[in-house]
Nanobody, 126 residues
Framework: QVQLVESGGGLVQAGGSLRLSCAASGRTFSTYAMGWFRQAPGKEREFVAAISWRGGNTYYADSVKGRFTISRDNAKNTMYLQMNSLKPEDTAVYYC???????????????????WGQGTQVTVSS
């Protein structure tokens, strides 16, 4: 089991940057694929980015590709999401999650993630 805590959210102007962190408890962090999801008011939770166990493979939603970068530091039990060139449509609660799924295609699906953080609000003003 792993517990996840997000941080780094806030209010930023369009075009600005934020870096989200996801701190994990436990010794098994490196055995989980990790992902970022977001949920805007009135919308379903959507996939943002995912990263494999050792960080060698990353996946992004088309809407954030080229602007966001996912990374992880297994020695620190922490995952990151660097968000650049932020747009008002990026406004949402951002969640980190941990998955036991083996297939990379599964990592794009919220239902494949067993553990979730509480979320951190990101607001981008125009």
């Amino acid at each position: 089991q792993v517990q996840l805590v997000e941080s780094g959210g806030g209010l930023v102007q369009a075009g600005g940057s934020l870096r989200l962190s996801c701190a994990a408890s436990g010794r098994t962090f490196s055995t989980y694929a990790m992902g970022w999801f977001r949920q805007a008011p009135g919308k379903e939770r959507e996939f943002v980015a995912a990263i494999s166990w050792r960080g060698g493979n990353t996946y992004y939603a088309d809407s954030v590709k080229g602007r966001f970068t996912i990374s992880r530091d297994n020695a620190k039990n922490t995952m990151y999401l660097q968000m650049n060139s932020l747009k008002p449509e990026d406004t949402a609660v951002y969640y980190c999650a941990a998955s036991n799924a083996v297939l990379a295609a599964s990592w794009l699906q919220a239902r494949q993630y067993a553990y979730w953080g509480q979320g951190t609000q990101v607001t981008v003003s125009s």
